[in-house]
T-cell receptor, first 111, second 116 residues
């Protein structure tokens, strides 16, 4: 069965500093992995996805994630946080016919 | 190409009433998925439909909830005799081919249901 674990429910950073949102996955086969972002009272937007091509995946708004099979991780990073990055971030694994969401990490960005 | 559309965006019902949530997938998408997000939680899969068929309803509560995706028109998620615990955001997603193939699901803006 597929599952994802987001290791931090809240992350706080100062504007201009790096962002690291951690995600570990469990999958019985080669997974497809995604990061989605949800701004307050809004829908979900796809940041990036991994589908067994390059292990370093670049997404929108300067985000990227690295797939590490040996560590079963798919952490999301950004070199320099912006105030507009404040949102809820979901790590997601593709199940047989559905997406399986982590519990989310709320990112706060302080000026 | 318009994105996934959901209406209403906000819905208020009293306990015991019915709630109907509508989802129009992106043009060319024939696969629809419904997810529920309870307060302070991630999204949980409810049901996966293709036109006129329910493919996977393993996430649907056994009672009061039903979903359809008719040949013509939007997909409908119907909740009968709502209770306070049904208050949540309900998101619809669509894809052109099944997620099994790793294609991306595109999400609508959600319907926020409040049960008084």
């Amino acid at each position: 069965a597929q599952s994802v674990t987001q290791l931090d429910s809240h992350v706080s950073v100062s504007e201009g500093t790096p962002v690291l949102l951690r995600c570990n996955y469990s999958s019985s086969y080669s997974p497809s992995l995604f990061w989605y972002v949800q701004h307050p009272n809004k829908g979900l937007q796809l940041l990036l996805k991994y589908t067994s091509a390059a292990t370093l995946v670049k997404g929108i708004n300067g985000f990227e994630a690295e797939f590490k099979k040996s560590e079963t991780s798919f952490h999301l990073t950004k070199p320099s946080a912006h105030m507009s990055d404040a949102a809820e971030y979901f790590c997601v694994v593709s199940g047989f016919d559905k997406l399986i969401f982590g519990t989310g990490t709320r990112l706060q960005v302080f000026p | 190409n318009a994105g996934v559309m959901q209406n209403p965006r906000h819905l208020v019902r009293r306990r015991g009433q019915e709630a109907r949530l509508r989802c129009s997938p992106m043009k060319g998408h024939s696969h629809v998925y419904w997810y529920r997000q309870l307060p302070e939680e991630g999204l949980k899969f409810m049901v996966y439909l293709q036109k006129e068929n329910i493919i996977d309803e393993s996430g649907m509560p056994k009672e009061r909830f039903s979903a359809e995706f008719p040949k013509e028109g939007p997909s409908i998620l119907r909740i009968q005799q709502v209770v306070r615990g049904d208050s949540a955001a309900y998101f619809c997603a669509s894809s052109p081919i099944p997620t099994l193939s790793t294609d991306t699901q595109y999400f609508g803006p959600g319907t926020r249901l409040t049960v008084l």
